[in-house]
């Protein structure tokens, strides 16, 4: 399923490499333009041996030192995925076209400098944390589900799947900027 724009997916201070390495191949399953880690911990050889996609050879990862030396392609908003109070509840989320994630460390959140610098902030509304493999997945989808394009559900599961319908094109639209409007 083709969508419009790009993301990334990546993790801060990441430390359970099979995790990790789940993280990685959904992000890459998922059609990520790119990974990135900051303040990495873990153990390289541990990820490639849950990351049976070898997403590494696929798609660019990055990795920073820290939150401040992080650099993301322009135009990308940085979302955050935390449980806090101000959070956006993901379903209500609206993705943004260039979007990098942030998950946090398992048993850990994202650190105040990260959050500083997440343009948004949202969480899974569950009763408690997944670990980051399981989180990031979720995310994922839901930008797939919020952004792809699928024909509407049938209002009952016995109920005939409707076809989705063809993209019309329209005529050619030529923006001069001026207001032609008298």
């Known amino acids: ?46 990820v490639r041996m849950s990351d049976t996609s070898y997403a590494e050879k696929n798609m660019p990862l990055y990795t920073f030192e820290s939150a401040e030396e992080m650099v993301l392609p322009k135009g990308v908003q ?12 993901l379903p209500s989320f609206r993705h943004p076209t260039q979007a990098a994630y942030i998950l946090g460390p398992e048993k850990g959140s994202l650190s105040p400098e990260m959050q500083a610098r997440c343009d948004y902030m949202v969480k899974i509304p569950m009763k408690f944390c997944v670990n980051v493999g399981v989180a990031g997945a979720i995310v994922l989808y839901d930008r797939l589900m919020s952004m792809g394009r699928f024909p509407k559900r ?29």
């Open 1 to 46: 399923m083709q969508m419009r724009g790009f993301f990334g997916m990546g993790v801060e201070g990441g430390n359970k490499a099979m995790n990790l390495g789940n993280l990685i191949r959904s992000a890459h399953s998922f059609g990520a333009s790119f990974f990135f880690t900051v303040n990495p911990n873990y153990n390289s050889r541990e």
């Open 154 to 182: 049938p209002v009952n599961p016995r109920a005939a799947l409707e076809a989705l319908p063809e993209h019309v094109h329209g005529s050619q639209v030529i923006r001069t900027g001026k207001n032609t409007d008298k």
């Open 78 to 89: 940085l979302v955050g995925v935390e449980l806090t109070d101000e959070s956006i509840e």
